[in-house]
């Protein structure tokens, strides 16, 4: 396995039997970023050459993605003149230089970054489709169009970038369009708001706390630029001396926490979460596109492609080092690091399920559950990096689990998108009794709940196993019974979804709709058919999920050189479908899970033979549901400490700083002048015989300054 530098004239040829390759892995981010910035142009020919060219150019961005896959699958690829070149492939072409140090730009091929623009940009294309229908009639489609492939083009720049600097050009890319469309109704009409939150305020809500992360991700990546002279993945993880040099400097543990604030930002990860469930003030496309297939899966992405540094090339740099003090805190700062991302990802999946629980709704649960779903990822990374030679499982499982959630979740807002446009709301309780009206949605939905659940055969059953016979694995059984808890919670606010939304009887909201002539109905084809292509995508992996699991094995660590440990699923077994002890005991476990969230989720929502309320009241539940509606009071913190107080601050500095100090400076100073003024307009007569006399004064003087100077 090696990386090959390409040198290119960018010169485009179809002929014979060159590759398309290295054309379609620029294209693939080029073309939607190229696509957004026609949009504005084209929209000039009318509205609906306009729509069909913004879905057109998300298509065209989802062709080239899929032709990487054969690639992918071959491990290699040729070129005329050159040969046979085997990923991962680093095309490169020279860009600028820092401190006097060349940094090309480039794109790096090889499995993951295969894998992910695939999950990208075919979800990203199902949604631009369904926009065509959730969209129309709304006002600034021109501008929605413009941010959709603005926003997918620069999530595939983010995958496709062979370095961290060009990475933070798709890394800031997504956070402004994130910004431009969670508040893309900017007028703030009462009905678009999220609670208490308007659009532009959430909007401002995720810029704002994503920098944060942002920031301690770019301090973390120039520090590292100045060791290791690069920014160049596969180079940091060739070339690990930086590692020891920082460890020498005693900061390579603050580096690579400080690196983690980026994914935890943009991830949406304990501490920085409180964005995401405001960020369900954009239209639900938006929502579909940031929850399932960029903005919140670009943190997974980037602790995934740094995975192989911060495991084998830490694991070298310690043994290349004779000093044991030096080894010890390379081998110690993985370790935290590792640990630090396990249970940062498993508690926030803990937090958020438990949010979800009790939110109103829909899309804010949905939200939660993305929040919670993205620490599952988290918590299987860093229970790889634990893992030592079998850190592959992981690996695979949390990238295994980033595309079941991105299909199923992507389906869900979708569905739930159709929900909002036929009962005109967004309260769940506002709902119900609509699976006969809207049956297509209605099943899409179950399934995608289902998945979302973990129950078999559906594909979030099987990557959900993996995460869990990753934790059962590299032993880690405190996280496994996070993860376990987390599931039971998982499928009880998901019955609880379905039942408040479809079954049951009719809401006062619906019956009053429909007094008034409103008819409920299903959502228009070119809506539900995306959303039904993802829920037989989910049911379909599903189905083959042990053999699909095995295969993901196989084509992801290509990257990794570990162990395998996939025996179990050798050919030989595969359709036997054979499981050992760890296996077992992680379907048991699941199973328990299921049990216990589910039962008293059907007994208060599907069957309805529990009251909630009476259930809360009667065991004394009241606090606990009040510390949970109020997002463990962790929202209304912030909000006292970096809102409200920077806000009482400003006013006191304006009161006593601007207004007395800065004001009483600006008017004692006009008032100086206005004096001075005063006195020279005394000088000023109007007599013409004074100021020639004036004149001939300052000639003489200036006449007598220069024969002084002579």
Same mark, same amino acid.
């Given at each position: 396995?090696?990386?090959?530098?390409?040198?290119? %004239?960018?010169?485009?040829?179809?002929?014979?039997?060159?590759?398309?390759?290295?054309?379609?892995?620029?294209?693939?981010?080029?073309?939607?970023?190229?696509?957004?910035?026609?949009?504005?142009?084209?929209?000039?020919?009318?509205?609906?050459?306009?729509?069909? *060219?913004?879905?057109?150019?998300?298509?065209?961005?989802?062709?080239?993605?899929?032709?990487?896959?054969?690639?992918?699958?071959?491990?290699?690829?040729?070129?005329?003149?050159?040969?046979?070149?085997?990923?991962?492939?680093?095309?490169?072409?020279?860009?600028?230089?820092? #401190?006097?140090?060349?940094?090309?730009?480039?794109?790096?091929?090889?499995?993951?970054?295969?894998?992910?623009?695939?999950?990208?940009?075919?979800?990203?294309?199902?949604?631009?489709?369904?926009?065509?229908?959730?969209?129309?009639?709304?006002?600034?489609?021109?501008?929605?169009?413009?941010?959709?492939?603005?926003? @997918?083009?620069?999530?595939?720049?983010?995958?496709?970038?062979?370095?961290? /600097?060009?990475?933070?050009?798709?890394?800031?890319?997504?956070?402004?369009?994130?910004?431009?469309?969670?508040?893309?109704?900017?007028?703030?009409?009462?009905?678009?708001?999220?609670?208490? @939150?308007?659009?532009?305020?959430?909007? &401002?809500?995720?810029?704002?706390?994503?920098?944060?992360?942002?920031?301690? +991700?770019?301090?973390?990546?120039?520090?590292?630029?100045?060791?290791?002279?690069?920014?160049?993945? +596969?180079?940091?993880?060739?070339?690990?001396?930086?590692?020891?040099?920082?460890?020498?400097?005693?900061?390579? /543990?603050?580096?690579?926490?400080?690196?983690?604030?980026?994914?935890?930002?943009?991830?949406?990860?304990?501490?920085?979460?409180?964005?995401?469930?405001?960020?369900?003030?954009?239209?639900?496309?938006?929502?579909?596109?940031?929850?399932?297939?960029?903005?919140?899966?670009?943190?997974?992405?980037?602790?995934?492609? &740094?995975?192989?540094?911060?495991?084998?090339?830490?694991?070298?740099?310690?043994?290349?080092?004779?000093? *044991?003090?030096?080894?010890?805190?390379?081998?110690?700062?993985?370790?935290?690091?590792?640990?630090?991302?396990?249970?940062?990802?498993?508690?926030?999946?803990?937090?958020?399920?438990?949010?979800?629980?009790?939110?109103?709704?829909?899309?804010?649960?949905?939200?939660?559950?993305?929040?919670?779903?993205?620490?599952?990822?988290?918590?299987?990374?860093?229970?790889?990096?634990?893992?030592?030679?079998?850190?592959?499982?992981?690996?695979?499982?949390?990238?295994?689990?980033?595309?079941?959630?991105?299909? *199923?979740?992507?389906?869900?807002? &979708?569905?739930?998108?159709?929900?909002?446009?036929?009962?005109?709301?967004?309260?769940?309780?506002?709902?119900?009794?609509?699976?006969?009206?809207?049956? @297509?949605?209605?099943?899409?939905?179950?399934?995608?709940? +289902?998945?979302?659940?973990?129950?078999?055969?559906?594909?979030?059953?099987?990557?959900?196993?993996?995460?869990? %016979?990753?934790?059962?694995?590299?032993? %880690?059984?405190?996280? /496994?019974?996070?993860?376990?808890?987390?599931?039971? &919670?998982? #499928?009880?606010?998901?019955?609880?979804?379905?039942?408040?939304?479809?079954?049951?009887?009719?809401?006062?909201?619906?019956?009053?709709?429909?007094?008034?002539?409103?008819?409920?109905?299903?959502?228009?084809?070119?809506?539900?058919?995306?959303?039904?292509?993802?829920?037989?995508?989910?049911?379909?992996?599903?189905?083959?999920?042990?053999?699909?699991?095995?295969?993901?094995?196989?084509?992801?660590?290509?990257?990794?050189?570990?162990?395998?440990?996939?025996?179990?699923?050798?050919?030989?077994?595969?359709?036997?479908?054979?499981?050992?002890?760890?296996?077992?005991?992680?379907?048991?476990?699941?199973?328990?899970?299921?049990?216990?969230?589910?039962?008293?989720?059907?007994?208060?929502?599907?069957?309805?033979?529990?009251?909630?309320?009476?259930?809360?009241?009667?065991?004394?539940?009241?606090?606990?549901?009040? #510390?949970?509606?109020?997002?463990?009071?962790?929202? +209304?913190?912030?909000?006292?400490?970096?809102?409200?107080?920077?806000?009482?601050?400003?006013?006191?500095?304006?009161?006593?700083?601007?207004?007395?100090?800065?004001?009483?400076?600006?008017?004692?100073?006009?008032?100086?002048?206005?004096? #001075?003024?005063?006195?020279?307009?005394?000088?000023?007569?109007?007599?013409?015989?004074? %100021?020639?006399?004036?004149?001939?004064?300052?000639?003489?003087?200036?006449?007598?300054?220069?024969?002084?100077?002579?």
């Amino acid at each position: 396995m090696y990386s090959v530098k390409l040198r290119c %004239n960018f010169k485009f040829r179809l002929a014979g039997d060159v590759a398309m390759f290295p054309y379609a892995a620029w294209l693939c981010w080029v073309i939607p970023i190229v696509g957004a910035v026609l949009t504005p142009i084209v929209a000039k020919f009318g509205d609906k050459v306009r729509d069909y *060219f913004a879905v057109l150019t998300s298509l065209l961005a989802a062709i080239m993605a899929g032709m990487l896959i054969p690639y992918g699958l071959s491990g290699s690829f040729t070129i005329p003149g050159i040969g046979n070149v085997f990923l991962p492939a680093d095309w490169r072409v020279p860009w600028i230089q820092i #401190f006097g140090v060349r940094i090309d730009a480039g794109v790096l091929v090889d499995s993951l970054s295969i894998f992910m623009i695939n999950v990208v940009a075919w979800i990203s294309f199902l949604i631009m489709v369904y926009s065509l229908g959730y969209m129309r009639g709304e006002e600034g489609l021109t501008r929605y169009w413009f941010f959709m492939n603005f926003f @997918i083009g620069n999530m595939l720049l983010l995958v496709m970038s062979d370095n961290i /600097l060009q990475m933070l050009f798709g890394w800031e890319g997504v956070g402004l369009c994130s910004y431009q469309l969670i508040g893309f109704w900017y007028h703030d009409e009462r009905r678009r708001w999220i609670g208490n @939150i308007p659009p532009s305020h959430a909007g &401002m809500k995720a810029f704002i706390m994503t920098r944060a992360g942002d920031i301690a +991700l770019m301090i973390s990546a120039f520090i590292i630029f100045t060791q290791a002279g690069t920014f160049n993945f +596969l180079e940091l993880q060739n070339n690990y001396k930086w590692i020891v040099e920082l460890a020498k400097c005693g900061l390579i /543990l603050p580096v690579i926490l400080l690196f983690f604030g980026g994914p935890v930002g943009k991830s949406a990860q304990f501490p920085l979460h409180e964005w995401l469930p405001e960020a369900m003030a954009g239209p639900t496309p938006v929502s579909a596109l940031i929850h399932a297939a960029t903005m919140v899966k670009a943190g997974v992405y980037l602790t995934a492609r &740094m995975f192989p540094i911060f495991t084998e090339s830490f694991k070298l740099a310690s043994q290349s080092v004779m000093n *044991f003090t030096i080894r010890q805190l390379i081998l110690t700062a993985q370790n935290n690091f590792f640990t630090m991302v396990a249970w940062i990802g498993a508690f926030t999946a803990f937090l958020a399920a438990s949010q979800a629980m009790v939110a109103r709704q829909i899309k804010k649960v949905l939200a939660y559950s993305t929040v919670s779903q993205i620490g599952y990822m988290m918590l299987a990374l860093g229970v790889g990096g634990l893992a030592g030679d079998y850190a592959a499982e992981g690996y695979v499982a949390s990238l295994f689990h980033l595309m079941s959630h991105a299909t *199923f979740k992507a389906l869900l807002f &979708m569905g739930a998108g159709a929900v909002l446009h036929a009962c005109e709301t967004t309260d769940m309780f506002e709902m119900g009794g609509i699976r006969r009206e809207m049956p @297509i949605t209605f099943i899409c939905m179950l399934v995608g709940v +289902l998945s979302l659940s973990g129950i078999p055969p559906l594909s979030g059953f099987w990557s959900k196993e993996a995460i869990f %016979n990753a934790c059962l694995r590299s032993g %880690n059984i405190a996280l /496994l019974v996070v993860a376990a808890v987390t599931a039971a &919670m998982t #499928f009880f606010y998901s019955l609880r979804l379905i039942g408040v939304t479809f079954l049951g009887s009719k809401s006062e909201h619906l019956k009053k709709l429909e007094s008034e002539g409103f008819r409920i109905h299903e959502a228009s084809a070119v809506m539900w058919l995306p959303y039904a292509l993802l829920t037989v995508a989910t049911v379909g992996v599903g189905l083959i999920g042990p053999i699909f699991e095995h295969g993901l094995y196989g084509f992801l660590t290509s990257t990794l050189n570990t162990k395998n440990i996939y025996d179990v699923f050798s050919p030989s077994t595969v359709s036997a479908y054979n499981v050992d002890i760890s296996q077992l005991s992680t379907a048991l476990i699941t199973a328990i899970a299921l049990i216990v969230g589910g039962v008293p989720a059907y007994m208060m929502y599907i069957s309805r033979r529990i009251d909630p309320e009476t259930f809360i009241d009667k065991h004394g539940l009241k606090s606990l549901y009040n #510390f949970l509606w109020n997002r463990w009071y962790i929202n +209304l913190t912030y909000y006292k400490a970096f809102v409200y107080s920077l806000i009482a601050f400003s006013g006191e500095s304006y009161k006593n700083f601007e207004v007395k100090v800065m004001d009483g400076a600006n008017y004692a100073l006009a008032r100086r002048i206005a004096s #001075f003024s005063n006195i020279l307009r005394r000088i000023q007569t109007g007599i013409l015989s004074y %100021n020639i006399m004036g004149i001939a004064v300052g000639l003489l003087i200036a006449w007598l300054l220069l024969w002084i100077g002579m």
